[in-house]
T-cell receptor
Framework: AQTVTQSQPEMSVQEAETVTLSCTYD???????LFWYKQPPSRQMILVIR??????QNATENRFSVNFQKAAKSFSLKISDSQLGDAAMYFC???????????FGTGTRLQVTL | GAVVSQHPSWVICKSGTSVKIECRSL??????MFWYRQFPKQSLMLMAT?????????EQGVEKDKFLINHASLTLSTLTVTSAHPEDSSFYIC?????????????FGPGTRLTVT
C-alpha cells in the first residue's frame, strides 16, 4: 500500500525567510502524481503545487518550489520569502493516476513569525 | 475555473436523524468525486470514491449503509449520513478530479461541519 510520511508536525519560519517542508512516500508504481496542499484556518484545501513523476524537472509556482528525488522517494516543498498568509497546515499527497484517490500525509503546521 | 461547492457549510442535527450533504463541480464535469472525513488537527481520511452512474467504492472500515453516496450527474454527488450519532460529528470534505493537458488535479469543496446532538 502506498504511504506518505511527513516527519515534521510543526515548523516555524520568520517572515521573508525560506523554509523547507519534508515529505517521503512509498510506492511500487512508476507513474504517479505528487501534490502539496495548503489548509488555512478556513479549512479550504488549496493546491499549492503538483509534480508528475515522469518529469525530471522540479515544479515551481512563484515562491513555491519542490525538490523531487524519485529514487529516494522524497518530495520536499520550499517556500521562499515567507509571508504571514503562508501560515497553515500543509499536506503532502500522492495518487497513482487520473481519477484515482489521494493518499495524504499527516500534515505539517507552519507558523510564520514577524 | 475548477470550483467545487458544498452545501450546507455547517449543519446540526439530532441523534437518529439523517442529513444530506451536496457536492457540486460548478464549472467542469467530474466523473469521479471523493468524500473525505477530517477530525480536528488530523489529516484527511478518504471515505469513498463516487463514480457517476455507478455504485460508490468505500474504503475499508467505512459503513456503506450509514454513509450513502449517490453520484447522479457529472456535476453532483451527495453524501447522506443515516441515523446519525454524536460520533459521526466531523468535518466532511468532497473533491472532484479533473484531468487535462496540464495534468491531473483534485479540487476540493469548502467542507461541511456536521454536529450531531
Amino acid at each position: 500500500a502506498q504511504t506518505v510520511t511527513q516527519s515534521q508536525p510543526e515548523m516555524s519560519v520568520q517572515e521573508a525567510e525560506t523554509v523547507t517542508l519534508s515529505c517521503t512516500y512509498d510506492t511500487s508504481e512508476s507513474d504517479y502524481y505528487l501534490f502539496w496542499y495548503k489548509q488555512p484556518p478556513s479549512r479550504q484545501m488549496i493546491l499549492v503545487i503538483r509534480q508528475e513523476a515522469y518529469k525530471q524537472q522540479n515544479a515551481t509556482e512563484n515562491r513555491f518550489s519542490v525538490n523531487f528525488q524519485k529514487a529516494a522517494k522524497s518530495f520536499s516543498l520550499k517556500i521562499s520569502d515567507s509571508q504571514l498568509g503562508d501560515a497553515a497546515m500543509y499536506f503532502c499527497a500522492y495518487c497513482t493516476g487520473t481519477a484515482s484517490k489521494l493518499t495524504f500525509g499527516t500534515g505539517t503546521r507552519l507558523q510564520v513569525t514577524l | 475555473g475548477a470550483v467545487v461547492s458544498q452545501h450546507p457549510s455547517w449543519v446540526i442535527c439530532k441523534s437518529g436523524t439523517s442529513v444530506k450533504i451536496e457536492c457540486r463541480s460548478l464549472d467542469f464535469q467530474a466523473t469521479t468525486m471523493f468524500w473525505y472525513r477530517q477530525f480536528p488537527k488530523q489529516s484527511l481520511m478518504l471515505m469513498a470514491t463516487s463514480n457517476e452512474g455507478s455504485k460508490a467504492t468505500y474504503e475499508q472500515g467505512v459503513e456503506k449503509d450509514k454513509f450513502l453516496i449517490n453520484h447522479a450527474s457529472l456535476t453532483l454527488s451527495t453524501l447522506t449520513v443515516t441515523s446519525a450519532h454524536p460520533e459521526d460529528s466531523s468535518f466532511y470534505i468532497c473533491s472532484a478530479g479533473r484531468g487535462g493537458v496540464s495534468g491531473y488535479e483534485q479540487y476540493f469543496g469548502p467542507g461541511t461541519r456536521l454536529t450531531v446532538t
